[in-house]
């Protein structure tokens, strides 16, 4: 399995960005697919899952991100609005694990991460 994320970069706050991430060696359409990120000095964090028809926003997120798939490509984005420079992090993307509705962990290794820098 390769969850590989890209599209990161330097941008200024208030900015957008698009990352993607390319998985392999998995069925894509048969996962729910989220997009996480890890800040310097804390621990990674679920920000937004993707079903096949619905999507999920934590608040730190929510109204200024978009992840949507294309289950042709097995590639799901992140289209991010209004940046801040809260939102600096190494962005990756994962298959959360659900038990009983609730996410234990991620069911993959974690791949290649993509560098979000939000500075002017």
């Known amino acids: 399995v390769q969850l590989q994320a890209s599209g990161g970069g330097l941008v200024q706050p208030g900015g957008s960005l698009r990352l993607s991430c390319v998985a392999s060696?998995?069925?894509?359409?048969?996962?729910?697919m989220g997009w996480y990120r890890q800040a310097p000095g804390k621990e990674r964090e679920l920000i937004g899952t993707?079903?096949?028809?619905?999507?999920a926003y934590y608040d730190s997120v929510k109204g200024r991100f978009i992840i949507s798939r294309d289950n042709a490509k097995n590639t799901v984005y992140l289209q991010m609005y209004s940046l801040k420079p809260e939102d600096t992090a190494v962005y990756y993307c994962?298959?959360?694990?659900?038990?009983?509705?609730?996410?234990?962990?991620?069911?993959?290794?974690w791949g290649q991460g993509t560098q979000v820098t939000i500075s002017s």
């Open positions: 994962n298959a959360p694990k659900y038990w009983v509705g609730t996410i234990i962990g991620t069911k993959y290794n």
């Open positions: 060696g998995i069925i894509f359409s048969d996962n729910i």
């Open positions: 993707i079903t096949t028809d619905d999507t």
